[in-house]
């Protein structure tokens, strides 16, 4: 059974980085996509950054390019975002999440991910 483990979240100030982790288990990922959704209270969950697990390649949510990089080390299993500049609409609960790239797989799509991690908080304070 597949696993994602998130960590690396916690409380900032305003214009602070963080660097989240997701560890990956469980299943070959090869032919999967790895994304970051987040989602804030009363919000849709929304996708930040994806990365198929095969080739790297990368796609990302418009309003966050340049303010965060999403990238994998396929020896360790790990997925990573790094935050920058981070401002207080960015406060939300991040989720990695993993989806098989199949007919119909859409990165922004939360139900084209069938697996999921069960999130880390990210709190930024001005």
């Known amino acids: 059974q597949a696993q994602l483990v998130e960590s690396g979240g916690g409380m900032v100030q305003v214009g602070e980085t963080l660097r989240l982790s997701c560890a990956a288990s469980?299943?070959?990922?090869?032919?999967?996509?790895l994304a970051w959704f987040r989602q804030a209270p009363g919000k849709a969950r929304e996708c930040v950054a994806a990365?198929?697990?095969?080739?790297?390649?990368?796609d990302y949510k418009r309003s966050m390019r340049g303010r965060c990089t999403i990238s994998r080390d396929v020896g360790k299993n790990v997925v990573y975002l790094q935050l920058k500049n981070l401002q207080p609409e960015d406060t939300a609960a991040y989720f990695c999440?993993?989806?098989?790239?199949?007919?119909?797989?859409?990165?922004?799509?939360?139900?084209?991910?069938?697996?999921w991690g069960q999130g880390t908080q990210v709190t930024v304070s001005s």
């Open positions: 999440a993993a989806g098989a790239l199949i007919a119909g797989y859409k990165t922004s799509n939360p139900l084209s991910y069938g697996y």
């Open positions: 469980g299943r070959d990922f090869s032919t999967y996509a």
């Open positions: 990365i198929t697990w095969g080739e790297g390649s990368t």
